[in-house]
């Protein structure tokens, strides 16, 4: 009798303690998931800290500066936005003619965000008339991201020389109040390869100039 009732006076003493367990672990918990300024970090949660390439072989053809598109088909708002474009295309051209890379990269980035923010909107483009424009966009696009990425002069020129023939493409459906542009080209650029530049100017300044005595290297070859 004695020892029935020992284990059921036990039995209240084994409940407070196992009460107040449960109660400890609980606050304990709380505790660490209240910390202030701290961020609990969960397992699949690590940062990526793999380095990002945006570097790519952009393919062009130089002599590809046809423009097939009927007039009709080209409304304001493509107008206004390739205009833009090009001007800040012809921008990052000048600041190469002065051998100003952080200029260069400035007008880079202004055409990355430009292009990749107006491949949100619509333009109610026509089929063939967006074809012409994607295709020249991207072009544009990939070589400012190339150009961005380059830390040197010749891999920021090669990247400005993949822009000139969408950029000249551009330029014929742009509206640019009757400003003469020139396409140009010097076959001495980019080591002997040769390339090609849209410029405001009939006169020759070359971006592709490494030296003062390729400054002048060109001739005006089309124009606008």
């Not at 961020?39 to 072989?57: M, R, Y």
């Not at 295309?89 to 190469?96: H, K, P, R, S, T």
């Not at 396409?183 to 100017?201: D, H, I, N, V």
């Amino acid at each position: 009798m004695s020892f029935f009732m020992s284990n059921i006076l036990n039995v209240p003493s084994l409940t407070v303690i196992f009460s107040f367990f449960l109660l400890s672990c609980g606050n304990q918990q709380q505790q660490a998931e209240e910390v202030p300024g701290k961020e609990v970090e969960l397992a699949g949660d690590e940062a990526d800290e793999t380095p990002v390439d945006t570097s790519e072989v952009v393919e062009y053809d130089q002599g590809d500066t046809v423009v097939n598109v009927n007039e009709s088909q080209i409304n304001d708002r493509l107008r206004e936005h390739t205009s833009v474009l090009v001007n800040t295309y012809l921008e990052l051209g000048e600041a190469l003619m002065q051998d100003d890379a952080e200029a260069a990269r400035d007008r880079a980035e202004q055409i990355r965000e430009m292009l990749e923010r107006n491949e949100q909107e619509n333009m109610d483009l026509q089929p063939q008339t967006k074809e012409l424009y994607t295709n020249a966009a991207h072009i544009i696009r990939q070589s400012a991201r190339n150009l961005l990425a380059a830390d040197t002069m010749p891999p920021i020129r090669t990247a400005y020389a993949a822009m000139a023939p969408a950029a000249y493409k551009l330029a014929k459906i742009s509206d640019f109040n009757g400003q003469d542009l020139y396409y140009q080209f010097c076959p001495e650029a980019l080591e002997g390869e040769g390339a090609y530049w849209l410029s405001r100017t009939a006169e020759i300044n070359n971006p592709y100039g490494e030296n003062d005595s390729m400054k002048n290297c060109g001739e005006t070859v089309g124009g606008i």
